[in-house]
C-alpha cells in the first residue's frame, strides 16, 4: 500500500518585482484603459465647459513696522527673520477687514447681482465669492506678494486687484497709528499710578528712618548685610575656618605617629616632621656608631674594651634618640592641644558676633524692606517714563512706507482659465494613476491563483506542470505542437515525483467545474502513449462524459455498462489512431446506479486494467461537487489536482486537496493550467522557451508547404500533419 506523499515545506512569501508589476498590469490593461479614458474624457468635457476667465496681478513688497531712523535711546539694528510674518499678511490680505471695504468700494454686491441674476447678494456672500476669484501667493526666492485676481471681465479684475492693494496698504498705516497712540496713553496712564505708589513708599522710608534711629552711615546701604556686626561676625567665621584646619592639620600628625611602635616611629617621624634637624644628626651618628662596633666584632670579642667602649657610645646615642622622639610627640600634643583651645575660643566669638549681627538686623529690617520696595518701584517709574518719551518720539518720527506697490494690475489679453493643455495633461496622469491604482486594487482583492507561488504557499504541494492556454487535443495537433512540450514536462515531473514504481493509475481532480480536468488527462494520457507506453483512457466523469467527443465516438456502450455486468471489457474499450492508447467511454449512467464506482466491481476493474496497461488515466467530476471523484481518488494510486489560472478562489483549491487527503487519496502535485503565456511574462520564463521553439518550426514547416505547392509538389501543409483518428472496437 502506498503512503500518503508528504506536505512539502511552506515557501516564503513571494516578494513582488518590476516584472510581477508589469504582469499585473498586461492582465489588467482592460480596467486601466477603461479608467483612462472615462477620467481624460471627463476632465475634457468639463474643461471646454467651464466659462473663461481673465487675470491681473499686483505686486506688493510688504516689511515689517519700523521708522527711517533709530529711535530714541536705541538701536533699531536690522529686523529678525520671521517665517510666519509673509503667511500672515497672506490671511490678512484675504480677511474681512480688507475685502470688505474693496465691496463696498467697487460697488461689487450690486454688480454681481446682476450678473448672477440675483436682486440682491448679501456682503457675506459676495466675500465668499471673492475669495474664489482671489489667489494670493509669494513671489519665488523673494519677500514680495502677489495678488492676482480671476473674473469674466478682465477691467473688472484689474480694479479689484488694485483695490485690494490699496486697501490693504491704507490698512496697515492707519493700523501702525492706532497701536503707537493706544500704547502712548497706555504708557501715561500707567505712569501715574506708578508715580502715585513711589511718592506713599518715600513717605512710608522716611518715618521708618526716623522712628528706627538708622544713622547716616548705614542709611544709604543697599541692604542692612552691609553693618559692622555682620562684617565682624564674618572675619571671625574666616578665622574659625583658618584655626579649625590648623587644629585638623596638628591633630591627625599627632595620632599618625601616637599610634606607632618605636620601630615605625623612627621611620616615620621625619616624614611628618620634616623641619626636624637634631634627629637626622643623631641617626647618622648611631648609623656610624653601628658601623664601629661591627667592624671591632669581626677582630675582637665582645668584652674587648673597644667594643665595650663603642657599644656604650651607641646606647647612650640609642638614648638621645629616643628622649628626642619622646620630645618631639609632646610638641605635637602641645600643638594640638594650643590649636584645640584656639578653636573653641573663636566659635565662642563667631556666636557672640552673630547674636549682635542677629539684634542689629532685626532691628533694621523693616526700613531696609521698604527702601528696596522704593527702589524697585522707583526703578518701574523711570523705565515707564523713557518708554513713554520713546514712543512720543517715534510717532513723530517719518515712517517708510511699509507696503509698497510694485506693478500695478493691468487688464489680461487672453483668458487664462481654464487652461485646456494643463487640464487634458492632468487628466490623462490622473486618469493613467487611478486606472493603475485600480488595476492593483482588483489584484489585491482576487484571492485567485496567480502564480507557483501561490500554490505552493497555500497548498504546500509542488506544480508539476504550467499548461498554456487555449490548448487543444494533441492526437490533432500532432507531436510537434507548441503545447506538447508543457504535457512532456508533466509527464516526466509525474514519473520523478511517483515514490512507488508500480503505481500507474492516475486520475485528475479540481475544485469547481471547467478547470480542464478532461482535456488535462487526455493530453497526458496521449503523451505517454506517443513515448511508446501502453495507456487505457477511462472516462469516469459519468454525469458529463467529454473525453469521447476529442475521438469523435458514440458515448453509448463503455464503463456503466461494464459495472452494470451488461457488456464484458473486450466490448466496451476502444482503440485509437495511437496503437499504443486505447479508450473507455463512460457509457449511459441509470438514475438507479448513481453509486456505481463506490462498488467492489469498479475495485476489480482498476485492479484488472492496471495489470493489462502500464498506465490508466481516470477522469473525474469536480470533486467539490459530487462524491464520485473523492471514490476515484481513494481507489486509484495517483491524483493530480488541475488549478485553472485566476478562476476560482484559493480557498476552493484548498478544500479540494484536503479533500483528496481526507479519502486517503495520494496528491502527487498541481497542474496550473490555462496559462497565458505570450501576456504574463512570469511564465514565460517557465514554458516559453519550447513553445517559441516549436512555433518557429511550424512556422518554418509553413513557408516549405508553400515553395512545394509552387512547384507543384503534393505535400500537405503543416496544419494537416495530424490526420483523422480512426476508433475501432478492440475486440
Known amino acids: 500500500m502506498e503512503t500518503s506523499r508528504p506536505a512539502s515545506s511552506p515557501t516564503a512569501e513571494a516578494q513582488l518585482h518590476f516584472l510581477d508589476y508589469w504582469r499585473i498590469i498586461r492582465i489588467r490593461k482592460t480596467v486601466i484603459l477603461a479608467v483612462f479614458l472615462l477620467v481624460v474624457l471627463t476632465t475634457t468635457a468639463v474643461t471646454f465647459v467651464l466659462p473663461e476667465s481673465y487675470e491681473s496681478m499686483v505686486r506688493i513688497a510688504v516689511e515689517k513696522d519700523a521708522t527711517d531712523i533709530d529711535p530714541l535711546g536705541r538701536s533699531q539694528g536690522p529686523l529678525p527673520y520671521d517665517p510666519y510674518f509673509i503667511e500672515n499678511e497672506f490671511q490678512r490680505i484675504q480677511s474681512h477687514s480688507i475685502l470688505y471695504p474693496v465691496i463696498e468700494h467697487l460697488h461689487l454686491d450690486t454688480k454681481w447681482a446682476k450678473r448672477y441674476n440675483e436682486n440682491v447678494l448679501p456682503e457675506p456672500e459676495v466675500y465668499k465669492l471673492l475669495r474664489r476669484h482671489l489667489d494670493v501667493r509669494q513671489t519665488r526666492n523673494t519677500s514680495l506678494i502677489e495678488i492676482r485676481v480671476y473674473d469674466e471681465d478682465k477691467d473688472e479684475a484689474s480694479a479689484i486687484a488694485n483695490e485690494i492693494a490699496t486697501v490693504y496698504q491704507d490698512s496697515r498705516k492707519s493700523m501702525r497709528q492706532q497701536h503707537s497712540k493706544g500704547g502712548i496713553d497706555a504708557l501715561q496712564s500707567q505712569f501715574k499710578t506708578q508715580d502715585e505708589k513711589v511718592k506713599k513708599l518715600q513717605e512710608e522710608v522716611d518715618g521708618l528712618r526716623v522712628s528706627l534711629k538708622i544713622p547716616d552711615s548705614i542709611a544709604d546701604a543697599p541692604a542692612f548685610q552691609s553693618s559692622l556686626e555682620r562684617e565682624t561676625a564674618s572675619s571671625l567665621s574666616q578665622d574659625l575656618t583658618r584655626a579649625n584646619s590648623e587644629y585638623v592639620f596638628w591633630q591627625t600628625k599627632y595620632e599618625k605617629l601616637k599610634g606607632l611602635n618605636r620601630s615605625d616611629l623612627r621611620k616615620a617621624v621625619l616624614t611628618v616632621v620634616p623641619s626636624e634637624e637634631l634627629l637626622p644628626k643623631l641617626y647618622d651618628q648611631e648609623s656610624q656608631a653601628e658601623q664601629v662596633i661591627a667592624g671591632l666584632l669581626k677582630d675582637f670579642s665582645p668584652q674587648h674594651p673597644d667594643v665595650v667602649r663603642r657599644q656604650a657610645l651607641l646606647n647612650k646615642i640609642n638614648e638621645q634618640v629616643e628622649a628626642r622622639l619622646d620630645g618631639i610627640l609632646e610638641g605635637l600634643d602641645?600643638?594640638?592641644?594650643?590649636?584645640?583651645?584656639?578653636?573653641?575660643?573663636?566659635?565662642?566669638?563667631?556666636?557672640?558676633?552673630?547674636?549682635?549681627?542677629?539684634d542689629a538686623a532685626a532691628r533694621t529690617r523693616p526700613y531696609f524692606v521698604a527702601k528696596r520696595r522704593l527702589d524697585n518701584e522707583q526703578r518701574i517709574l523711570d523705565a515707564i517714563q523713557l518708554r513713554t518719551l520713546q514712543e512720543q518720539v517715534d510717532a513723530t518720527l517719518p515712517v517708510s512706507s511699509m507696503v509698497e506697490i510694485i506693478d500695478k494690475a493691468e487688464p489680461g489679453l487672453r483668458p487664462v482659465r481654464p487652461?485646456?493643455?494643463?487640464?487634458?495633461?492632468?487628466?490623462?496622469?490622473?486618469?493613467?494613476?487611478?486606472?493603475?491604482?485600480?488595476?492593483?486594487?482588483?489584484?489585491?482583492?482576487?484571492?485567485?491563483?496567480?502564480?507557483?507561488?501561490?500554490?505552493?504557499?497555500s497548498l504546500q504541494a509542488p506544480v508539476l506542470g504550467v499548461i498554456p492556454q487555449n490548448v487543444g487535443s494533441l492526437l490533432e495537433e500532432g507531436p510537434d505542437s507548441?503545447?506538447?512540450?508543457?504535457?512532456?514536462?508533466?509527464?516526466?515531473?509525474?514519473?520523478?515525483?511517483?515514490?512507488?514504481?508500480?503505481?500507474?493509475?492516475?486520475?485528475?481532480?479540481s475544485g469547481g467545474a471547467g478547470e480542464g480536468k478532461s482535456t488535462t488527462i487526455f493530453n497526458l494520457a496521449t503523451v505517454f502513449a506517443q513515448n511508446g507506453q501502453r495507456v487505457l483512457v477511462v472516462d469516469s466523469d459519468l454525469r458529463r462524459p467529454s473525453l469521447h467527443k476529442f475521438l469523435n465516438v458514440s458515448n453509448t456502450i463503455g464503463l456503466t455498462n461494464y459495472?452494470?455486468?451488461?457488456?464484458?471489457?473486450?466490448?466496451?474499450?476502444?482503440?485509437?489512431?495511437?496503437?499504443?492508447?486505447?479508450?473507455l467511454p463512460s457509457g449511459k449512467l441509470p438514475s438507479s446506479s448513481l453509486g456505481v464506482l463506490n462498488s467492489a466491481r469498479m475495485k476489480e476493474f482498476i485492479k484488472e486494467v492496471k495489470s493489462r496497461y502500464d498506465f490508466v488515466f481516470f477522469d473525474s467530476p469536480p470533486i467539490m461537487g459530487v462524491s464520485d471523484a473523492s471514490v476515484l481518488a481513494s481507489e486509484v494510486d495517483l491524483s493530480l489536482l488541475v488549478v485553472q489560472y485566476r478562476k476560482y478562489p484559493q480557498a476552493m483549491t484548498i478544500r479540494a486537496k484536503q479533500m483528496v487527503e481526507k479519502v486517503g487519496g495520494t496528491l502527487l502535485g498541481v497542474v496550473l493550467n490555462n496559462i497565458n503565456i505570450s501576456q504574463d511574462s512570469y511564465y514565460y520564463y517557465y514554458s516559453g522557451y519550447y513553445y517559441d521553439y516549436y512555433s518557429k518550426y511550424e512556422d518554418s514547416d509553413k513557408e516549405k508547404d508553400k515553395g512545394a505547392k509552387k512547384n507543384g509538389d503534393g505535400a500537405k501543409p503543416a496544419g494537416e500533419r495530424a490526420t483523422s483518428i480512426e476508433i475501432k472496437p478492440k475486440y
Open 482 to 509: 507548441p503545447h506538447a512540450e508543457a504535457y512532456r514536462v508533466l509527464r516526466t515531473n509525474v514519473l520523478f515525483s511517483r515514490k512507488v514504481p508500480t503505481a500507474n493509475s492516475v486520475t485528475v481532480v
Open 563 to 583: 459495472l452494470l455486468r451488461q457488456n464484458s471489457l473486450e466490448e466496451v474499450v476502444q482503440t485509437t489512431k495511437i496503437p499504443t492508447m486505447d479508450f
Open 419 to 457: 487652461n485646456i493643455p494643463l487640464n487634458i495633461a492632468l487628466g490623462v496622469v490622473v486618469g493613467l494613476v487611478m486606472g493603475v491604482g485600480l488595476a492593483f486594487f482588483i489584484e489585491y482583492l482576487d484571492t485567485s491563483v496567480k502564480t507557483i507561488d501561490d500554490v505552493e504557499r
Open 334 to 358: 602641645n600643638y594640638v592641644t594650643a590649636a584645640k583651645a584656639r578653636v573653641d575660643s573663636l566659635q565662642k566669638q563667631v556666636l557672640a558676633a552673630r547674636e549682635e549681627a542677629a
